[in-house]
């Protein structure tokens, strides 16, 4: 079992930032990539951002490249989402996800390739 435990959202006035925090516990000898995804109201889930497991590779959704960017802390257990440039669009739960399969490159957009889910935090940007 892995634990995953989101932190850091809140409310932000559009334009703003936030960085949101992915705390792993449990098989961390296990090497898993690390996704993003978030769900706002009446939608679906979609994915934003994925790290591996050295952190050197990493793939954004077209919504948010150039203003989110996630990384890997150091040990690699806590994954973090730094999020500049804020849009009333970005409101949702954000959760944080681990793969334990390799590294898929554009496959890491899909939610069912991670076994584990944290239980979300949620990030609001006002206008």
Do not use: H
Request: hydrophobic share 35%.
């Amino acid at each position: 079992q892995v634990q995953l435990v989101e932190s850091g959202g809140g409310l932000v006035q559009a334009g703003g930032s936030l960085r949101l925090s992915c705390a792993t516990s449990g098989r961390t000898f296990i090497r898993y990539a690390m996704g993003w995804f978030r769900q706002a109201p009446g939608k679906e889930r979609e994915f934003v951002a994925a790290i591996s497991w050295s952190g050197g590779t990493t793939y954004y959704a077209d919504s948010v490249t150039g203003r989110f960017t996630i990384s890997r802390g150091n040990p690699r257990n806590t994954v973090y989402l730094q999020m500049n440039r804020l849009k009333p669009d970005d409101t949702a739960v954000y959760y944080c996800a681990a793969d334990l399969d390799q590294w898929g490159g554009t496959a890491q957009a899909m939610g069912a390739r991670y076994e584990y889910w944290g239980q979300g935090t949620q990030v609001t940007v006002s206008s």
